[in-house]
């Protein structure tokens, strides 16, 4: 085994390498960026070495940067995670070629399963059912169009070299295809530094179904049973859960010896995924009629590796570990067994309500439901490479954590994830979070009719939702000041106290407030006899308080008895309850100044990143919802819309410049 390693990842899935290696004995060094000096992987290892600049191409994608730091620290081998360096066949080759063992498949296997089209070829012969579609080696625009024009819409383009969603267009008619594919092929450049493309029939009802499989260098293969990862946003994924809702074992079988198929087909080494589109032809409750089409191979351990830790008590960072140093595979395949139920809940920085747009900030408050330690069937688990009062930066994907639950059945474990999910507190960027707890709640999941589209379906009852309301949330918010002044207040000073308390009659407190971009107020009414009496959004009561310890407050108001968690960020109240969460905003009426986004005209950058295109130039007339210009930032692209009709009468950047949030990019004349 292994003394030392050094891991060419960050976030949390360098934290969860360095904790399999800690238990196992095994010495750890981190790499890291400017932005990561201080990052929770840094602090995980026992060593660290600095790389360079921010952007990956600045740090966590120079190779020979990582080759040197593994070199001058003295390890022996190199585990990259996922994303970055995991499925780069040159950087596997090149730890080769240095004397280092790279923690994962051979450059031979990364290559024929990293082009997507070759990898088709590969699993036809193989066996392995695939969708219709064209993979061939021609890019030409034309061919592509006649390719996708005879397959059929709903097309999807993806790109070749593609993964987690990126470089990937579902195209409804023949005339939009031609700007769709631009689109994928400049993502796939940024992303991957190839546009070839495939085009496939998209599938309609699709569920999404990987098969998790092992191999070692004396040749044996395993699969570790399947992981169900329908639930997507923008063709990444959500919500995984292993095993597969409605999975009989016969087609459970066929799907896992067609992925050890797959990874022998290419003697495939160490931990891989094999995902599947699964048709439904028989509808959601024909699970003997669905049929499988092998999509792609992840070459590399996957984001939603610990649902299936938590139903088979394996420790898939371990296996790793132990077939990189040529040791054979623990267990056979007759061995294998699952446990219980295992969901995963992807937490990302972004706003669900306005097309899952990736945000930045400091994390200010950041507080994890109570979890077990074990990385294998515990009932709570998290994940992650953040700690209170981290950044949320724009150099890297938008995910601040993963969050798994185990139970001994699916409907358990669904109801352990939603309680995980109402204790989970972020304050200081916006979150998926209550997003996530709707998912769970919708009738498609609940009832496991699953497809990538039910997000979609289910629209009506997860976006632009109030779990709380104004009254109750207004309420948490004039308590939370009221405790404050309070604790601010010395006991020995009566005079000092802002309780309101008059000689004769009663005195009158307005607060104004913004909730859910309207605003309100609330009338706090002190009376003689030292109560409280509060009106606000057509409710009004009595009014009672008290702090508890850990900034949490019960108030007693319009006949509830609640107990909530009450945290204040400037003008901001963050209330979280066990039915979810909301804001409220205090507005300061000496000192309110009006909403900066307003102003005619101005176009504004929604978050920080790069722009990479205008598709209108100054003199242009256009229209409300025209796409006016494209920026790329957390690994995705945006498009901005113009919001009226109007003439662009100056661009103030051009493509490839970095902007931050709010900065005007062009102006447009009524």
């Known amino acids: 085994m292994f003394n030392k390693i050094l891991i060419a990842n960050r976030g949390e899935i360098a934290c969860r390498v360095a904790a399999t290696a800690r238990r196992m004995a095994i010495r750890t060094v981190a790499v890291y960026s400017d932005a990561d000096a201080h990052a929770n992987h840094v602090h995980a290892c026992d060593e660290s070495v600095h790389l360079g600049g921010s952007a990956p191409k600045e740090s966590y994608l120079r190779w020979e940067k990582i080759l040197e730091a593994a070199k001058a620290t003295g390890a022996q081998a190199v585990h990259p995670g996922y994303g970055f360096l995991s499925e780069n066949e040159d950087f596997a080759r090149a730890c080769a070629e240095a004397g280092l063992v790279f923690i994962g498949p051979p450059p031979s296997a990364i290559l024929a399963m990293g082009l997507k089209a070759e990898s088709k070829r590969l699993m036809e012969k193989a066996g392995v059912p695939l969708v219709p579609g064209y993979h061939g080696s021609e890019q030409g625009v034309e061919l592509l ?157 996957q984001v939603e590796h610990p649902v299936t830790e938590a139903i088979t008590g394996l420790d898939l960072v371990e296996w790793q570990l132990r077939v990189a140093a040529g040791e054979p595979l623990p267990l056979k395949q007759e061995q294998l067994q699952i446990h219980g139920h295992a969901i995963e809940a992807r937490i990302c920085a972004e706003n669900p309500d306005n097309n899952f747009l990736p945000a930045t900030g400091t994390l200010h408050v950041y507080r994890k439901p109570a979890q077990h330690t074990a990385f294998q069937r515990s009932r709570v688990r998290v994940d992650d490479g953040v700690r209170e009062g981290g950044e949320i930066s724009p150099f890297y994907d938008s995910m601040i954590a993963k969050l798994i639950v185990h139970g001994a059945t699916r409907a358990e474990a669904l109801a352990r994830l939603d309680a995980a999910l109402a204790q989970t507190h972020i304050v200081g960027v916006a979150t998926n979070v209550q997003f996530l707890r709707g998912v769970l709640r919708t009738d498609s999941f609940a009832q496991a009719k699953l497809d990538t589209a039910l997000i979609e379906r289910e629209r009506a009852v997860l976006f632009d939702r109030e779990p709380l309301g104004l009254p109750l949330a207004a309420a948490a918010a004039v308590v939370r000041t009221l405790v404050a002044e309070r604790a601010a207040t010395p006991a020995d000073e009566p005079f000092a106290r802002r309780d309101g308390w008059r000689a004769f009659g009663d005195y009158q407190r307005r607060f104004d407030f913004e909730f859910r971009g309207e605003e309100r107020q609330a009338m706090l009414r002190y009376r003689r006899d030292g109560s409280l009496w509060l009106e606000v959004g057509g409710s009004e009561g009595a009014l009672s308080f008290g702090a508890l310890p850990g900034g949490q407050v019960e108030l007693q108001f319009n006949g509830q008895r609640r107990t909530l968690d009450v945290y204040e960020q400037g003008a901001a109240t963050y209330v979280f309850a066990p039915e979810g969460a909301t804001r409220i905003d205090a507005l300061d009426r000496m000192g309110h100044a009006g909403d900066v986004h307003t102003e005619g005209g101005r176009l504004t950058a929604p978050m920080p990143g790069k722009v990479v295109s205008f598709a209108v130039k100054a003199g242009d007339k256009v229209s409300k919802g025209q796409a006016l210009a494209v920026m790329e930032a957390m690994k995705m692209e945006h498009t901005i819309a113009a919001p009226a009709d109007g003439t662009v009468e100056e661009l103030l950047y051009g493509p490839g410049d970095q902007v931050a949030e709010g900065a005007e990019l062009l102006r447009i004349a009524a």
Not at 213 to 230: A, I, K, M, P
Not at 235 to 263: I, W
Not at 264 to 270: E, S
């Open 145 to 301: 169009q006649r390719e996708a024009d005879r397959i059929g819409y709903p097309a999807l383009i993806k790109a070749s070299a593609g993964g987690g969603g990126k470089g990937m267009r579902i195209v409804e008619k023949s005339a939009d295809f031609a700007a769709a594919l631009a689109s994928c092929q400049r993502e796939a450049i940024n992303s991957f530094g190839s546009d070839a493309v495939l085009i496939e029939k998209y599938v309609q009802r699709p569920r999404h179904i990987e098969i998790q499989v092992f191999g070692d260098t004396q040749g044996n293969y395993v699969y570790l049973f399947e992981r169900d990862c329908s639930v997507q946003r923008r063709h990444q994924k959500v919500l995984e859960e292993a095993p597969a809702p409605g999975m009989t074992e016969a087609m459970r079988r066929q799907m896992g010896e067609a992925a050890v198929n797959a990874a022998r087909a290419v003697n495939y080494v160490g931990a891989g995924t094999v995902e599947f589109i699964v048709e439904q032809t028989g509808g959601y409750d024909a699970p003997e009629a669905m049929k499988f089409y092998f999509m792609e191979m992840n070459t590399r351990l």
